[in-house]
């Protein structure tokens, strides 16, 4: 689950992250009225969505003046943003926050996520704050420090060392100020099942001081349930509306750009369906999860979300059955061609427990558009020649 940025900073100020002083709003007149508030000659009006890349997009403006603001808040509430994030189709801004204008004497990066790899957080900080990491990563790796901390002793001084050595920060003052802030976030990071923090930029004001002029949180949705107080900052608005859906039914479903849908069990055999359609020269519109427990239901459930894309030219059902049993599958099938108009050809691939009845009930459904399929490359192969008879 992610949050806007105006809640994560509510987040770190619990925790003594310091933050510039802001206070959202839904309409015009409340972003003059906090502006008003807030005090002082200049603001930041920032578009409040769930992506990066909001200031290329338009979405963050300073403002000089109360008039600014109201300009500025007029034209940014109700505007669609695309960033390199949000996608063409862009997300509707429904709020801004208006933040007082800081003194910024330089731009600085820091996060921390999860790496895979080393099975540990690891913080990461570069000096190029303010640009797109990614780009930093790919034409300047060197300028990228990271950090490994392992759970089991926490944050200790040494990491803290490593990371402003690694900044470049010589200052014995603001050595300890970065020290302490790394610190902090670190902590949050762990005691609310954080997968991802991100400052960019973290700037450092004239006077050395370290604030975090914007925030990006992402949480494990697994973990929510102890702690009410972050998933009650959930915004279903800016969550995808059939994502939403599937949760509800125990589905994991993302939506991708490609033709054919893709109906799986398990999160690896997913992904190695999906990347065995590109190799036969097609691409896939959706990632989805069944998981182990599937019924009848959830797979029709499952056809009515993928179906609900009018690019799917044919829909791949490749199941591995262990937990879930391939006879459930397609009796779900069938539900599935009952309940929804089930219009493009359908390939199947059930293996593991229950195949031979699973195929049996397939095969006396006498459906035209269903086909069977022998194997992982055969069902690929046959949805993607599927899909291009469909274009």
Known sequence: MNIHEYQAKQIFAKYGVPTPRGIVAHTVEEAVANAKELGGNIWVVKAQIHAGGRGLGGGVKLAKS???????????????????????????????????GADIADELYLSVVLDRAAEMPIIMASTEGGMDIETVAEKTPEKIIKVAVDPSIGFQG???????????????????????????????????????????????????DFLALDGKMGFDDSALYRHPDIEAMRDITEEDEDEREASKYGLSYIALDGEIGCMVNGAGLAMGTMDTINYMGGTPANFLDVGGTANAQTVAKGFEIILKNPNVKAIFVNIFGGIVRCDRIANGILEATKIVDVNVPVVVRLDGTNAPEAAEILKNANIDNIITATDLGDGAKKAVEAAKQQA
């Open 66 to 100: 109360i008039e600014e603001v109201e300009k500025l808040a007029g034209e940014i509430l109700g505007m669609t943003l695309v960033t390199h994030q949000t996608g063409p189709e862009g997300k509707l801004v429904q709020k801004v926050y208006i933040e007082e």
């Open 158 to 208: 040494f990491h803290g060392r490593e990371l402003v050595f690694g900044l470049g920060i010589t200052d014995k003052t603001e050595q300890k100020k970065m020290v302490q802030f790394a610190s902090k976030l670190y902590k949050l990071y762990m005691e609310n099942d954080a997968e991802m923090i991100e400052i960019n930029p973290l700037i450092k004001t004239g006077s050395g």
